[in-house]
DNA sequence: AAGTTGGAAGTTTTT
DNA sequence: CTTCCAACTT
């Protein structure tokens, strides 16, 4: 329907838009609010405004346009290179601009140019070392909601200096003591958190008139998206770029507004006209995406709320078919039987399965979904699985490089210095930390002077040396191509080498991945000829998010939490789990504004669905390995029930009427059924008894005969006999072994014994095995190790 | 120093 | 049911 070919968009701007979709696009000067319903076409008004301000002769350098995800920036860059091919107008995140403005900048919040952006689980080990150094006490408090009130304190442009606790506040007291040193810590390591990107920014602002004034200068139109989810730091920035030059356009729909627990601040939007005066309010109410059956059951719903402006959702599509309500048995029935609505209506080619969206309120709530789809063989694709960038090996690779861009970081040091084994350990790590901390150096800067500790033992000693080596082999290539750069990495850090050589499957995984971290650098490279290509794919790595993952163009289902689905829209939406609890959260029941925002993301979830929606739960749902009760959600009390279909399969949902369109034959739940309990469905096949019998037969011949029979007694004696017999196999005289020998090792083969040291039961012996470079050490009073050659017979 | 085993704890949403 | 960490073993 929509050709989107650059000509006919080209020609002219304005067609095939609405009235007050064409004020939009037109206003040129001064502050814009564009409230946007769900579906109204706001991402279309924008790209068109800023093709439209292109088109007046605006130079694309002087247009911002800041939005939530990457995806919506990228989808927004599609979309202008389409309406204004040739242009370059930059868009992205906030987080992904105050990086960059901050690089720009460093100094000037005492940070340097090659700063290293944290991710949560590096600021959390920040804060967890920061809190050691305080007395503060974690019996009362947790270091996450430390973690939060910091967080907090930071979205609403509170520093660690001005932060003071109310009286007789005990989180307030402890956050009061944490706060500065762990701000002094991140500094110390020359590294900033993601909150920090934004109030470093704004507080550069606020300190250096000329800096703000030039930048205000520079950036003359400034088009933020998701205005609802601002914070108050990313207002103050924006607040603070549109002051000489208040040409701000901002969209938003305060109905979608699903990130208050982070900061997002709603009267952002519902003040914006007190702000701005002169404000122009353009109101796009028409809703160009869901049947008026869908649109109707969300604007009850959130008509619910009391803190919103009353807005109606409009719109001239067709009613489509009803809303489905339904309650089923277990959750397992609900994962089971949507997989099968969804296979069938492939199966006979009324949808694609891309056409096919689930929703559910938290992230563990997909393994039982994700099961359901294996074993119907759909397939689906999860926004955010476990993340790449989260992987053990893959933030270890990126450790080494965050500390060949910035050695301070002490925490990337922390993390690799003995990955691989390295005989570093927690002992002279504490060491190594004292001495930094007396001294004020950087880790690395410590291990550099190991020869200095004295409270270091020679082997440490060396041992950091030789870490320092291979570090100072690497840095030098900061500069070289990233490929070339990891690919040396792998090799003088002993890491690609200590994946190889593992004989568990985990690491062979780990390998593959970070082979597949090496394909991306190498990618980067070609892709991007920056001048500092390790610090920008530090920094995409540091601000990649998981719904960036999702692949549009493939043919899957895709199955993501709620908050995931925001800006997207599906033909065929599932919600489950719509339960007590689950959605309204357990933890956002007691706050009435949480509650609402709870309701403003069931609402959210609606309106993504263009022409099926389904909103279901189970009475018995799946949790933390065991069954629990649970009660249907009280939103679905407030949708308009009487017209959407409701369904409640009691135990077998196939014996129902209302599922006459899943034939036993073509569906997977049935099967399960019947392996439940194929009596009560009425099998009455002779052959049944028979397949029963040969399934028993089966499971005999494979089973290991004897085990399930041992007594408790016969089970002692055998874990008796097991000691015994190790105690046995150790008891080899470690002066038995001379230096030269041969010998074996069951799991790694044979090896010569190049060194031994130590005494009695200390005695040690360092085998150099045949199948690999590596020297191992072994206590030979335990160790596995057997004579197969004396020295003299060589 | 490194690996293994056991027990305890914890699971909202994300840049 | 996992996943993470602490104590224990080798």
């Given at each position: 329907?929509?050709?989107?070919?650059?000509?006919?968009?080209?020609?002219?701007?304005?067609?095939?838009?609405?009235?007050?979709?064409?004020?939009?696009?037109?206003?040129?000067?001064?502050?814009?609010?564009?409230?946007?319903?769900?579906g109204?076409?706001?991402?279309?008004?924008?790209?068109h405004?800023?093709?439209?301000?292109?088109?007046?002769?605006?130079?694309?350098?002087?247009?911002?346009?800041?939005?939530?995800?990457?995806?919506?920036?990228?989808?927004?860059?599609?979309r202008?290179?389409?309406?204004a091919?040739?242009?370059?107008?930059?868009?992205?995140?906030?987080h992904?601009?105050?990086?960059?403005?901050?690089?720009?900048?460093?100094?000037?919040?005492?940070?340097?140019?090659?700063?290293?952006?944290?991710?949560?689980?590096?600021?959390?080990?920040?804060?967890?070392?920061?809190?050691?150094?305080?007395?503060?006490?974690?019996?009362?408090?947790t270091?996450?909601?430390?973690?939060n009130?910091?967080?907090?304190?930071?979205?609403?442009?509170?520093?660690?200096?001005?932060f003071?606790s109310?009286?007789?506040?005990?989180?307030?007291?402890?956050?009061?003591?944490?706060?500065?040193?762990?701000?002094?810590?991140m500094l110390?390591?020359n590294?900033v958190?993601?909150?920090?990107?934004l109030?470093?920014?704004?507080?550069?602002?606020?300190?250096?008139?000329?800096?703000?004034?030039?930048?205000?200068?520079?950036?003359?139109y400034?088009?933020?998206?998701?205005?609802?989810?601002?914070n108050?730091?990313?207002?103050a920035i924006?607040?603070?770029?549109?002051?000489?030059?208040?040409?701000?356009?901002?969209?938003?729909?305060?109905?979608?507004?699903?990130?208050?627990?982070?900061?997002?601040?709603l009267?952002?939007?519902?003040?914006?006209?007190?702000?701005f005066?002169?404000?122009?309010?353009?109101?796009?109410?028409?809703n160009?995406?869901?049947?008026s059956?869908?649109?109707?059951?969300?604007?009850?719903?959130?008509?619910?709320?009391?803190?919103?402006?009353?807005?109606?959702?409009?719109?001239?599509?067709?009613?489509?078919?009803?809303?489905?309500?339904?309650?089923?048995?277990?959750?397992?029935?609900?994962?089971?039987?949507?997989?099968?609505?969804?296979?069938?209506?492939?199966?006979?080619?009324?949808?694609?399965?891309?056409?096919?969206?689930?929703?559910?309120r938290?992230?563990?709530?997909?393994?039982?979904?994700?099961?359901?789809?294996?074993?119907a063989?759909?397939?689906?694709?999860?926004?955010?699985?476990?993340?790449?960038?989260?992987?053990?090996?893959?933030?270890?690779v990126?450790?080494?490089?965050?500390?060949i861009?910035?050695?301070?970081?002490?925490m990337?040091?922390?993390?690799?210095i003995?990955?691989?084994?390295?005989?570093?350990?927690?002992?002279t790590?504490?060491?190594?930390?004292?001495?930094?901390?007396?001294?004020?150096?950087?880790?690395?800067?410590?291990?550099?002077?190991?020869?200095?500790?004295?409270?270091?033992?020679?082997?440490?000693?060396?041992?950091?040396?030789?870490?320092?080596?291979?570090?100072?082999?690497?840095s030098?290539?900061?500069?070289?191509?990233l490929?070339e750069?990891?690919e040396?990495?792998?090799?003088?850090?002993g890491?690609?080498n200590?994946?190889?050589?593992?004989?568990?499957?985990?690491?062979?995984?780990?390998l593959?991945?970070?082979?597949?971290?090496?394909?991306d650098a190498s990618?980067?490279?070609?892709?991007?000829?920056?001048?500092?290509?390790?610090?920008?794919?530090?920094?995409?790595?540091?601000?990649?998010?998981?719904?960036?993952?999702?692949?549009?163009?493939?043919?899957k289902?895709?199955?993501?939490?709620?908050?995931?689905?925001?800006?997207?829209?599906?033909?065929?939406?599932?919600?489950?789990?719509?339960?007590?609890?689950?959605?309204p959260?357990?933890?956002?029941?007691?706050?009435?504004?949480?509650?609402?925002e709870?309701?403003?993301?069931?609402?959210?979830?609606?309106?993504?669905?263009?022409?099926?929606?389904?909103?279901?739960?189970?009475?018995?749902?799946?949790?933390?390995?065991?069954?629990?009760?649970?009660?249907p959600?009280?939103?679905?009390?407030e949708?308009?029930?009487?017209?959407?279909?409701?369904?409640?399969?009691k135990?077998?949902?196939?014996?129902?009427?209302?599922?006459?369109?899943?034939?036993?034959?073509?569906?997977?739940?049935?099967?399960?059924i019947?392996?439940?309990?194929?009596?009560?469905?009425?099998?009455?096949?002779?052959?049944?008894?028979?397949?029963?019998?040969?399934?028993?037969?089966?499971?005999?011949?494979?089973r290991?005969?004897?085990?399930?029979?041992?007594?408790?007694d016969?089970?002692?004696?055998?874990?008796l006999?097991?000691?015994?017999?190790?105690d046995?196999?150790?008891?080899?005289?470690?002066?038995?072994?001379?230096?030269?020998?041969?010998v074996?090792?069951?799991?790694?083969?044979?090896?010569?014994?190049v060194?031994?040291?130590g005494?009695?039961?200390?005695?040690?012996?360092?085998?150099?095995?045949?199948?690999?470079?590596?020297?191992?050490?072994?206590?030979?009073?335990?160790s596995?190790?057997?004579p197969?050659?004396?020295?003299?017979?060589?």
């Amino acid at each position: 329907m929509d050709p989107n070919s650059p000509d006919s968009e080209n020609h002219d701007l304005l067609e095939r838009l609405t009235p007050s979709q064409v004020e939009a696009v037109q206003h040129r000067d001064g502050p814009l609010l564009i409230l946007a319903g769900p579906g109204s076409g706001k991402t279309r008004v924008v790209t068109h405004r800023i093709a439209f301000l292109l088109r007046q002769g605006v130079p694309a350098w002087q247009i911002l346009a800041l939005t939530f995800t990457n995806k919506a920036a990228e989808e927004m860059n599609l979309r202008l290179a389409r309406l204004a091919p040739g242009e370059s107008v930059w868009t992205g995140t906030f987080h992904r601009f105050c990086a960059r403005m901050l690089r720009r900048h460093a100094r000037l919040v005492g940070l340097e140019e090659n700063f290293s952006i944290y991710d949560t689980s590096d600021s959390r080990k920040v804060l967890r070392a920061a809190i050691d150094d305080t007395d503060i006490s974690l019996s009362h408090v947790t270091v996450d909601q430390i973690a939060n009130e910091i967080s907090n304190a930071k979205n609403n442009l509170v520093t660690s200096n001005q932060f003071v606790s109310r009286a007789g506040q005990t989180l307030g007291g402890v956050v009061e003591v944490a706060y500065p040193v762990y701000q002094k810590r991140m500094l110390q390591a020359n590294a900033v958190d993601f909150d920090d990107l934004l109030l470093h920014l704004a507080t550069m602002l606020r300190e250096n008139p000329e800096l703000r004034k030039a930048m205000d200068d520079r950036y003359r139109y400034i088009i933020v998206d998701e205005y609802q989810d601002t914070n108050f730091s990313q207002y103050a920035i924006v607040r603070a770029l549109s002051r000489d030059h208040p040409n701000l356009a901002v969209t938003g729909d305060p109905d979608q507004s699903i990130y208050g627990w982070r900061g997002a601040n709603l009267r952002n939007i519902l003040d914006f006209e007190h702000d701005f005066p002169q404000v122009r309010v353009v109101r796009l109410e028409q809703n160009y995406r869901s049947t008026s059956n869908i649109l109707r059951v969300a604007d009850q719903l959130i008509a619910y709320n009391t803190q919103r402006k009353p807005k109606q959702l409009l719109t001239d599509n067709p009613p489509g078919n009803p809303v489905r309500l339904v309650r089923y048995p277990s959750s397992r029935d609900e994962a089971e039987h949507i997989v099968a609505q969804i296979a069938d209506d492939i199966a006979h080619d009324r949808r694609r399965p891309r056409d096919f969206a689930l929703f559910y309120r938290i992230n563990s709530l997909s393994r039982a979904l994700e099961n359901a789809f294996r074993n119907a063989g759909v397939p689906y694709q999860i926004i955010k699985g476990l993340e790449f960038y989260q992987r053990k090996e893959i933030k270890d690779v990126l450790a080494y490089l965050h500390l060949i861009n910035n050695p301070k970081s002490d925490m990337s040091l922390l993390r690799i210095i003995n990955v691989p084994p390295r005989r570093i350990g927690k002992a002279t790590i504490k060491r190594l930390d004292e001495y930094a901390q007396r001294y004020g150096v950087s880790l690395l800067d410590a291990a550099r002077e190991a020869k200095t500790i004295k409270t270091l033992r020679k082997p440490a000693v060396v041992a950091l040396h030789g870490f320092v080596e291979m570090f100072d082999a690497l840095s030098p290539l900061a500069t070289a191509p990233l490929h070339e750069l990891m690919e040396q990495l792998l090799a003088e850090s002993g890491y690609r080498n200590w994946l190889e050589e593992s004989e568990l499957e985990e690491d062979a995984e780990r390998l593959a991945n970070v082979e597949e971290l090496l394909t991306d650098a190498s990618e980067f490279d070609t892709q991007s000829p920056d001048d500092a290509p390790l610090e920008a794919f530090l920094e995409q790595a540091a601000l990649v998010s998981d719904t960036d993952e999702w692949e549009v163009e493939t043919n899957k289902v895709s199955l993501m939490t709620l908050h995931a689905a925001k800006g997207l829209e599906f033909p065929c939406v599932f919600i489950v789990a719509v339960e007590q609890g689950m959605l309204p959260h357990e933890r956002s029941k007691e706050d009435p504004d949480q509650l609402e925002e709870e309701r403003r993301l069931l609402f959210v979830g609606i309106t993504r669905a263009e022409e099926e929606l389904q909103i279901s739960n189970a009475a018995y749902r799946f949790m933390r390995g065991n069954q629990e009760m649970a009660i249907p959600s009280p939103f679905l009390m407030e949708l308009p029930r009487e017209e959407m279909e409701v369904f409640e399969p009691k135990s077998s949902p196939h014996i129902d009427e209302t599922w006459d369109d899943h034939t036993d034959d073509d569906d997977t739940y049935v099967q399960d059924i019947v392996d439940d309990d194929p009596e009560e469905l009425g099998f009455d096949d002779p052959l049944m008894d028979e397949a029963i019998q040969h399934d028993i037969e089966q499971q005999q011949m494979t089973r290991p005969a004897a085990a399930s029979v041992m007594t408790a007694d016969q089970l002692l004696n055998n874990a008796l006999d097991g000691d015994s017999e190790a105690d046995e196999r150790g008891a080899i005289p470690p002066e038995d072994f001379v230096e030269g020998m041969i010998v074996n090792d069951p799991e790694r083969g044979l090896g010569r014994i190049v060194k031994l040291s130590g005494k009695e039961k200390k005695r040690t012996a360092t085998v150099q095995f045949f199948t690999s470079p590596r020297l191992r050490h072994y206590v030979l009073a335990y160790s596995s190790l057997v004579p197969v050659q004396s020295a003299d017979d060589t």
